[in-house]
């Protein structure tokens, strides 16, 4: 039973990982269903069972997080950033950005560079992990 | 007062698999198996650093309960199990492309960083290793 479990988690980890490793990409919900070998609909529910969000939230927040890393860290346009992380659309970036960090993206980028921590760090750390919206969705 | 840190433990859910993958593909050594009693003390390290070893603790009775044992390989599967190693090597890119063609799951290919060049990958089970070439500082 436990075995069938961390059988099933590792899978999903390796879907995580492909997100953290290609949020810039356009990644789909049927591409990481293959990369965890499980159906479209079991593959939501057990992502969200083991790592407590939906797959597509995960996603969003990492480009979120990457956005606000490369806000502090270069001098990159908005434009130019929300395309580097996967948004393909200006107005959802702004919108999302503004969700999840609660001021738009020029604003946030006025708070300076981040420390040189780690990046896998960074990465799992500063991720926002609240969404600003019903926790269940 | 405190001189060196010389053990530093890991979770792993098997120790022979865990001694296939660190030993067999990461060029580890094992420094120390010995059984006593119902446990097996088993060490790694690398070659020429011996005084700084990882103990490879397998979850189970009758240090812990079955159920316990169990919770802790859902979390190492999902990568929760705080099984981190951070490695430096003098060429990120060479080291990458050998462990990549030995198998091993990379989880991040090698970027430039501002503290130099590193990639993620992870163990069989779900524990984090980190590979970085630092800049000279």
Request: charged share 25%; proline share 7%.
């Amino acid at each position: 039973m436990s075995r069938a479990v961390e059988e099933s988690n590792r899978r999903l980890l390796r879907a995580r990982d492909a997100m953290d490793r290609a949020y810039a990409e356009p990644l789909d919900i049927p591409t990481l269903a293959r990369i965890a070998y499980c159906s479209e609909a079991h593959f939501i529910r057990t992502f969200r069972a083991a790592f407590g969000e939906t797959p597509n939230r995960y996603l969003q927040r990492r480009r979120v997080e990457r956005a606000m890393f490369l806000l502090r860290s270069t001098d990159r346009s908005v434009t130019d950033i929300c395309m580097a992380v996967g948004f393909s659309s200006l107005g959802t970036f702004s919108r999302v950005f503004r969700d999840v960090v609660g001021e738009p993206p020029s604003v946030y980028r006025r708070r300076g560079p981040l420390p040189p921590v780690p990046s896998c760090f960074a990465m799992a750390w500063l991720r926002p992990s609240s969404f600003g919206e019903a926790p269940g969705e | 007062m405190l001189k060196s840190l010389t053990i530093t433990q890991m979770y792993v859910p098997d120790q022979d698999e865990a001694l296939d993958f660190y030993v067999g593909k990461l060029g580890f050594e094992v420094t120390n198996d010995m059984e006593f009693g119902p446990m097996r003390w088993l060490t790694i390290a690398l070659p020429g650093q011996h005084d700084r070893a990882v103990l490879l603790e397998q979850a189970g009775p009758p240090s812990m309960s079955d159920e316990t044992a169990s919770q802790v390989r859902e979390l190492i599967s999902k990568g929760a199990a705080g099984g981190h190693l951070f490695f430096q090597t003098d060429d990120a890119w060479k080291t990458h492309a050998e462990l990549k063609e030995r198998g091993l799951e990379i989880t991040e290919e090698p970027v430039d960083r501002g503290y130099g060049v590193d990639f993620g990958l992870r163990d069989p089970f779900g524990n984090h290793l980190r590979v970085a070439q630092m800049n000279p500082r």
